[in-house]
């Protein structure tokens, strides 16, 4: 017998069933499977609740509440589901409760036995994937989630564990994003793992350092296994993470403010402990309207942070400090420093290689992120695992690394010279940044070769989601860089956000709106394209006038652009291509010219925007007041 949950629109069903005693499960969209059926099961050291299993009861419920977040991507958050909690037993009469939840954008489900503490031997939840399955994005597991999402080919999966999220083309233009959420100290961080060659189920797995069983309270619970499902828009637009976590933990958050913050470790690792470039630094947040700058690691011993503060508030500037993550373990320690901290003027803290997720790390994080509650201190986690949607209970966690930033850029990995290029940062937005803020670190113009333009690297801003944005360039290169006006007035946190065009590893279109402002970041990847913009979600009866940065694709051949972007070659320039004994190369377009133009605009109107290979464009749209 299936029991069946529908999302509050109708078109997404849950069904859950008992084969030979194995709980099982499926999604579809519009009738059609989006994963194929899976297992669901926990092996406890006194009780295999796996097999074996007969129904019990089941009972029903919705739910239909809105919430809101002080630095998030959209300014209100509406949590609507059918929800249902089958309840099994075995044979002694041992239960587990499937805790399920169908959204319009994606199903969840979690696992809770009753009947005291115990430790966790295995947890036999899945992902299946559908035979429909035409393409799967994912990322090798390692510790500090700072890796490529690569293409996988099926045949290839039982090779390598993988990192949530994973995402997958279950249908033609349907997508599935498979990923945890409310993931806490009480039961610890989980990967995925398929068993053998030929299988499509991908297996829930603990973290490879957890050593010891997972040793969980009663009742035992696991983080919710949720899978999101629609168009990219969807994924991208979804809170169904932050709907799976509990309410906020931080009673006044007048003190939580995202915002755009200057940053020297990157360009100039050893100026952190030079208090004139410091300076210069904050000088230059403060010209910008930026409200942070974070002194990285290398403080310690060499600045006076208290004087620092006073210097920053001298020019409306805020400051982060950095530390490791190793000595902030101990609950007496981490208290103190963080009163201290936060006596000084401190607002925020950046807390540094995590690297597990393992249970005893995972109980870490929520020990700094009560304390730093306390303290009204503002969070960034580095070297970290995921987010998995626990802005919603800490929102004064304003980002997380678990990313392959800009820092690659330095070439300090032997595994990923040169660090992200335009596939990555066009593959993010629908893996890692959709499953929560990834302190990235974008903007580099001049310092080091990113192989993208520097529209590409302005459009970061927009496209990437991180509620503290730092800015990695140099002051003397963006002061006097054509992208510096944009730079000035974009936000890191905003009150809507849209996917207007997308494809992973190819190209994005992002528009984000702060109040009544919008602003738009398109990139591409490797190859030249023209974006077609529709300004639909524009006010009606309102005019606009927008400011685009765009690659200057005045100087190229019409070889390098997208067809239609530049006159086709005449009889004059094959000429003068025929006359050269080595033809010019292609894709040696200068990647720091910038074109900047003004035009208005209204609801409804169109335009076409010529992007170079690796190329993007940034958009800064206001109401004409």
């Known amino acids: 017998m299936d029991v069946r949950l529908s999302s509050p629109n109708g078109r997404l069903e849950l069904a859950l069933c008992l084969q030979d005693g194995v709980p099982m499960y499926k999604i579809c969209l519009d009738s059609r499977p989006v994963t194929a059926p899976a297992p669901l099961g926990l092996a406890l050291a006194d009780r295999d609740l796996t097999q074996g299993l007969h129904e019990k009861a089941c009972a029903r419920s919705s739910i239909d509440e809105s919430y809101t977040l002080p630095a998030f991507k959209k300014s209100l958050c509406r949590d609507h589901a059918n929800c249902l909690t089958w309840t099994l037993a075995d044979e002694n009469g041992s239960e587990l409760q499937i805790e399920a939840r169908a959204y319009d954008d994606g199903a969840a489900l979690r696992l809770i036995a009753p009947g005291g503490s115990c430790d966790v031997l295995d947890e036999t939840t899945a992902f299946g994937l559908p035979e429909t399955a035409l393409r799967l994005f994912a990322q090798k597991l390692i510790f500090s989630y700072e890796d490529h999402y690569n293409p996988v080919p099926f045949c290839e999966l039982h090779q390598n564990p993988y990192a949530f999220p994973v995402l997958v083309e279950a249908l033609p233009g349907v997508y599935t994003l498979y990923a945890e959420a409310a993931v806490f100290g009480d039961y610890g961080g989980s990967h995925l793992r398929v068993h053998r060659k030929g299988e499509r189920l991908l297996h829930v797995t603990k973290s490879p350092d957890k050593l010891s069983p997972i040793h969980a309270g009663d009742p035992v619970t696991t983080p919710w296994r949720a899978v999101l499902v629609g168009s990219l828009a969807d994924i991208v637009e979804s809170n169904l993470l932050e709907n799976l976590n509990p309410p906020s933990i931080v009673e006044d958050e007048s003190f939580i403010h995202g915002g755009v913050c200057a940053w020297n470790w990157m360009v100039e690792n050893r100026s952190t402990r030079d208090i004139d470039r410091i300076h210069q630094f904050v000088d230059y947040a403060s010209e910008m309207g930026w409200p942070y700058y974070l002194a990285d690691g290398g403080w310690p011993g060499y600045i006076d942070i208290p004087e620092l503060v006073r210097y920053c508030a001298q020019r409306n500037v805020k400051l982060w400090i950095w530390e ?282 169109t335009r076409e925007v010529a992007l170079s290979v690796n190329g993007g464009f940034a958009l800064s749209i206001h109401p004409v007041e």
Not at 393 to 409: F, I, K, Q
Not at 427 to 448: E, Q, W
Not at 571 to 600: G, I, S, T, Y
């Open 324 to 605: 490791h993550s190793a000595a902030m373990r101990d609950y007496d320690t981490a208290y103190e420093k963080m009163k201290l901290w936060s006596s000084w003027g401190v607002v925020g803290l950046k807390i540094d290689f995590f690297e597990s997720d393992s249970q005893e790390r995972m109980a870490q994080y929520d020990m700094l992120a009560r304390l730093a509650a306390q303290f009204r201190l503002m969070l960034n986690f580095h070297g970290a695992t995921k987010p998995a949607g626990e802005i919603r209970t800490w929102p004064h966690v304003l980002s997380r690394e678990a990313v392959m930033g800009g820092e690659y850029l330095q070439n300090f990995s032997t595994f990923l010279p040169g660090g992200p290029d335009a596939a990555h940062n066009c593959t993010l937005p629908f893996t890692r940044c959709a499953v929560g803020p990834a302190d990235y670190t974008p903007v580099i113009f001049k310092t080091y070769l990113t192989g993208t333009t520097d529209a590409h690297q302005t459009a970061l801003t927009v496209v990437g989601t991180s509620y503290i944005q730092h800015i990695s360039e140099k002051p003397e290169v963006v002061r006097e860089h054509p992208c510096r006006p944009f730079l000035m007035e974009v936000p890191a946190a905003f009150d809507e956000t849209r996917l207007l065009e997308g494809e992973p590893a190819s190209h994005v279109t992002m528009a984000r709106r702060k109040g009544r402002a919008w602003y738009v970041g398109g990139i591409c990847a490797r190859l030249p394209r023209t974006a077609q913009l529709r300004f639909d979600f524009l006010e009606e009866g309102v005019e606009y006038e927008a400011t685009l940065y765009r690659d200057d694709i005045s100087d190229e051949l019409p070889f390098d652009v997208s067809i239609g972007a530049l006159p086709g070659p005449d009889e004059e320039m094959c000429r003068w291509l025929m006359a050269h004994k080595q033809r010019p190369a292609q894709h040696q377009h200068d990647v720091h010219k910038v074109a900047a133009e003004k035009f208005r605009l209204r609801k409804g109107d």
